[in-house]
């Protein structure tokens, strides 16, 4: 059925010394008091303590709050309130990771409101706010969740022990700004998992059900992007056009997955929680193993996205070249290496089932499938997942 909503995101600054524009805009606002909300890694960067000098310089009062854990807590959040309602502020400016901008999209949303964040569960309707969320903006320093151009964000529940998916409408941030040199300083592991995550994006939402051509384009060219510059990325730190072009495929990524994601994602969720491991990580090792489960449904659909890329061989191409890029990439083949254990295996397959991704994989997977698929990753074989 040719039916679908589509959303295109919102403004974005691309292109390296962006970030200069940044007082201006917040300027333009009116604004002139601002949270910015970021780690501590991120904030003991270089760039960071120049960010502060130039909103100040342009009579912007600013406070910091970087309290965030690798994977936001509620308790950060409510942190991120108090340092909010202290300072007096007007607005979140986001910076950081997929952590950083999560967790200050979710300041926002929790400053205007007095309802529980999990009240706004992705799987609910969103209740009404008692204020307006302040505006937004979100810069990102990795080029992997794409979370800057969403309406979305991920906390954890550590009482459930399980990663919530938050929504609202006017979490969307008004402004990005995609300033490839703010992620000269990543490590090439943190480069190429995060890169992997918008790998891991982009492919979803491609082979994801449902009528949005806008979104399949887009993937496209993100898994592209991700061909072209991910490894040029991790080897040469501070080549800009690399840098840039992940950002772009980043952002594309979370612009394309509003059409859906799978079961990548659905696994990777509570692995996370319970396992801690990186996000973009996890995604990359399951990739292979949810693609072979998949295979019956997308292998029409793969075969195109192998032609389109340029690698060729139909599915078993994709799947290989996936392989290829995982290996140069040093990325684990099994999750046993992220510390998955045997005895853990029906839990994660049962909260995989019941994550919000999985009813958009395009093979339907009971937690009996998820299993099926988490042994084959924990012994590292492919085989019979398709079966």
Request: charged share 20%; hydrophobic share 45%; with cysteine.
């Amino acid at each position: 059925m040719l039916k679908g909503n589509w959303r295109i995101p919102t403004e974005t600054l691309s292109g390296p010394g962006r970030i200069s524009e940044l007082p201006g805009r917040v300027s333009d606002l009116g604004i002139k008091r601002a949270l910015i909300v970021t780690d501590p890694g991120v904030a003991g960067l270089p760039f960071f303590a120049g960010i502060v000098a130039s909103l100040e310089k342009e009579n912007i009062a600013v406070a910091v709050f970087k309290d965030v854990h690798p994977d936001p807590i509620a308790d950060d959040v409510a942190a991120g309130v108090r340092a909010y309602g202290a300072h007096e502020a007007e607005m979140v400016i986001a910076i950081g990771g997929g952590s950083g901008l999560d967790c200050g999209k979710s300041v926002a949303l929790a400053t205007a409101t007095s309802l529980p964040l999990w009240d706004f569960e992705i799987t609910r309707t969103s209740p009404e706010l008692d204020r307006p969320i302040p505006p937004i903006f979100a810069i990102p320093t990795t080029a992997g969740t794409g979370s800057e151009v969403g309406r979305a964000t991920v906390v954890t529940d550590l009482t459930l022990g399980r990663k919530i998916i938050l929504l609202h409408r006017d979490m969307l941030p008004r402004l990005v700004i995609l300033d490839a040199e703010l992620t000269f300083g990543l490590p090439p592991s943190i480069t190429a998992w995060t890169g992997m995550d918008a790998l891991a994006h982009n492919l979803e939402a491609y082979y994801a059900p449902g009528w949005n051509p806008f979104a399949d384009g887009i993937a496209v060219e993100g898994m592209r992007l991700v061909k072209e510059a991910l490894l040029t990325a991790v080897s040469e730190p501070k080549n800009v056009d690399a840098r840039g072009k992940m950002l772009a495929a980043a952002s594309m990524g979370a612009t394309a997955f509003q059409k859906g994601l799978g079961a990548i994602h659905s696994l990777s969720h509570p692995i996370g929680a319970k396992f801690h491991g990186h996000h973009g990580l996890t995604n990359a090792v399951l990739m292979p193993y949810v693609l072979a489960f998949n295979r019956p449904i997308i292998e029409t659909r793969m075969a195109e996205l192998a032609a389109s890329l340029g690698v060729g061989g139909g599915f078993d191409g994709f799947l290989n070249w996936v392989l290829e890029l995982r290996s140069r990439l040093k990325i684990p083949h099994t999750i046993a290496e992220l510390k998955v254990t045997e005895d853990s295996l029906d839990f994660l397959a049962e909260e995989a089932f019941l994550d919000p991704n999985t009813p958009d994989n395009p093979r339907p997977a009971d937690a009996g499938a998820m299993r099926k698929i988490l042994v084959g990753a924990l012994h590292g074989s492919l085989d019979g997942l398709d079966r």
